[in-house]
């Protein structure tokens, strides 16, 4: 599985550091609830696919239990590194682009137009693109 990774991460011209999930222990941030709703549902049967799920690296790891609880394929999951010399949109446009996705998660801080922009991309290459809200904090 090594190699595919490193195959799969030249294709959209980043990093060659991934990390893949299904480490059942693996304490990170969650979603907003709202948000992990109606995207793990999606992405439960974007995962059927035989193409990869990418988080960019702005955006939290989701833990092990939440994609266990929508039966999510963790096999096909790869958390990519922030990458230091690309924007974050043209790592979402690179994974689109490859055609090696079945889905694409970005952090919230991509403006609306480029948003937009992306998702009509992904719809051209038969790809999903998310785009997470940071969570708001809870006050007791």
């Known amino acids: 599985m090594l190699n595919s990774e ?18 059942p222990t693996s304490k990170h941030h969650s979603f907003s ?18 193409q990869w799920i990418l988080f960019t690296g702005e955006c939290p790891r989701p833990q092990y239990h939440e994609l266990a609880a929508h039966q ?3 096999s096909r999951i790869i958390h990519m590194k922030p990458s230091q010399s690309q924007s974050e949109i043209t790592i979402v446009m ?10 694409v998660v970005a952090s919230g801080n991509i403006d609306i137009v480029s948003q937009k922009l992306l998702k009509q991309m992904a719809t051209e290459y ?3 693109v998310f ?9 007791h």
Not at 94 to 103: L, M, V
């Open 6 to 23: 490193l195959l799969v991460n030249k294709s959209f011209g980043v990093e060659s550091n991934v990390t893949r999930f299904g480490n």
């Open 72 to 74: 999510i394929h963790c």
């Open 126 to 128: 038969r790809c999903e």
């Open 33 to 50: 609830a709202t948000q992990a709703a109606d995207m793990f549902v999606r992405l439960s049967s974007l995962s059927e696919h035989k």
């Open 131 to 139: 785009f997470l809200e940071p969570a708001t904090p809870q006050f």
């Open 94 to 103: 690179k994974a689109i682009q490859s055609g090696n996705a079945s889905a």
